[in-house]
């Protein structure tokens, strides 16, 4: 059963996917992404797990908002937020999920999406659905 210890380490996972000491970590992507992982990036690019284990830095500025929890089984997690990244200087707003299962070893990462959205072309909906 998902419980608050889930949830925090969930919480951890995706904000250390926006970390550069840990995003960029290959033994921390190699644990985290599932082998049949697969990323519609909010570019509209699809990615796969090998396309997406870079250890390139670069540095990351970014905030997660309004994350939200859907058990969808006892070993998997779908979890929902907004992302608000920075990227020469420009802040980049996105809708998030991913699907997180349950392995022995942990948590890994099975999906992966990002669809841009405008919040201020988006007005009452986008704050309505922000704050539900």
């Known amino acids: 059963m ?3 210890d ?3 380490e969930l919480i951890r996972l995706e904000e250390a996917m926006w970390r550069t000491e840990t995003r960029f970590d290959l033994v921390f992507q190699e644990a985290r992404f599932a082998p049949d992982f697969v990323e519609f990036g ?3 690019r699809v990615y796969n797990r090998a396309q997406i284990i870079r250890t390139d830095k670069h540095p990351i ?6 994350l939200r929890f859907v058990e969808l089984d006892q070993n998997t997690v779908l979890v929902t ?5 920075v990227f020469d200087g420009v802040h980049e707003h996105a809708r998030r999920s991913s699907i997180w299962s349950r392995f ?10 990002g669809t841009p959205y405008d919040p201020a072309e988006h007005g ?3 704050a309505s659905m922000d704050e539900s």
């Open 2 to 4: 998902f419980d608050q």
């Open 6 to 8: 889930d949830k925090a």
């Open 42 to 44: 909010r570019s509209g």
């Open 61 to 66: 500025e970014a905030s997660l908002r309004n």
């Open 81 to 85: 937020y907004i992302s608000v990244a």
């Open 104 to 113: 022995p070893a942990g948590w890994v990462m099975r999906f992966h999406q």
């Open 124 to 126: 009452a909906i986008a």
